[in-house]
């Protein structure tokens, strides 16, 4: 079967993996994002979805967002079936409507909550138990297309943006090829979203101004899981007091580790403290703080706690 590709982050690549290997589909071009300046020479870097791609003679087409290129495409390659995972473009509705099987996409919520661009990041900031990937076929509207299948996943209490997403993308592989092909055989009826039921992520949710931790206004768990949900980017952080040593006071903290440990304190929520060999900062309730494991000082390293006690001895 004729298909089409589009994706451009990481965890399409596995997406594209399992198509191409499947015999079922024949994947005559990959869409994705044109080449990106990377690093401090700003060298222009293909995608890893477009690497894959071209190591194994599939042409790849950089649309950038011009109807008429999407246009071109499907003179050119007429296909049956179009796949999308983490593509980041709005496709027009000529492309959507053309290929016979639809258009499909892969979406990691359990739809209708949380379309748009961070749901894996809101389902752990709103303290989620449960999450999901949900296949569907592609609309004009924001996520909101017809369900064809739905898998959820659990959402552990250790889980963050990194460890939930890989295991999503991992499910995607085992469960996506079996769908297809219920669906190009007439095996799935699809569903229509409640859209009164509906949620929205946005990426400004997750923007280095929210990333930061307000300690007298957030409660403590919420500030656990924001540490959980804002890795790998834009990262959890807060600025350490002023009352601090001159080498601490006004820096900003990068936070990518932390828990909750039950330690009662009579600090001022956001400060920062020792006890134990452990690096604590104290929380808006009395009897918690937030241990941090993992993180990173303007103008240093990331380092732990061990190697920032010896370093901080006499500061606290």
């Known amino acids: 079967m004729k298909t089409i590709f589009l994706g451009t982050a990481w965890e399409s690549l596995e997406t594209l993996k399992v198509l191409h290997r499947d015999p079922f589909f024949d994947v005559v071009c990959v869409i994705t994002a044109p080449d990106k300046p990377v690093g401090r020479e700003q060298k222009l870097t293909p995608s890893e979805v477009k690497k894959y791609a071209l190591g194994n003679n599939i042409p790849v087409v950089h649309t950038e967002k011009k109807k008429e290129n999407y246009i071109k495409v499907l003179e050119e390659y007429k296909p049956e079936i179009v796949v999308c995972k983490a593509f980041g473009e709005i496709i027009p509705k000529e492309f959507l409507d053309y290929p016979k099987y639809g258009c499909i996409n892969i979406h990691f919520s359990i739809l209708p909550k949380y379309r748009g661009a961070v749901p894996i990041q809101k389902a752990i900031l709103e303290g989620e138990k449960e999450t999901g990937i949900t296949i569907m076929l592609m609309s004009e509207g924001l ?7 739905i898998f959820k996943e659990e959402i552990k209490d250790d889980d963050t943006n990194i460890t939930l997403r890989e295991r999503l993308v991992k499910k995607t592989t085992e469960v996506l090829i079996p769908t297809l092909k219920d669906w190009v055989s007439g095996n799935i009826t699809p569903v229509k979203q409640k859209d009164e039921e509906a949620t929205y992520c946005w990426q400004k949710d997750i923007s280095k101004e929210n990333a930061e931790i307000i300690w007298n206004k957030y409660e403590p768990e919420y500030i656990e899981r924001m540490v959980k949900a804002l890795v790998p980017w834009p990262v959890a952080w807060t600025i350490l007091p002023d009352t601090l040593h001159d080498s601490l006071a006004g820096k900003r ?18 400060e920062i403290f020792s006890e134990d060999n452990m690096v604590l900062f104290a929380t808006k309730n009395p009897r918690i703080t ?18 920032f006690l010896n370093r901080a001895q006499g500061i606290f």
Do not use: C, M, V
């Not at 996520?143 to 299948?149: A, F, H, S, T, V």
């Not at 936070?255 to 600090?267: D, G, R």
């Open 253 to 270: 903290l990068k936070i990518f580790e932390a828990e909750l440990i039950n330690i009662e304190h009579n600090k001022i929520p956001g």
């Open 143 to 149: 996520d909101e297309g017809d369900i064809l299948k």
């Open 290 to 307: 937030l241990r941090i494991t993992s993180f990173q000082l303007e103008g240093r390293s990331k380092t732990n706690e061990k190697e």
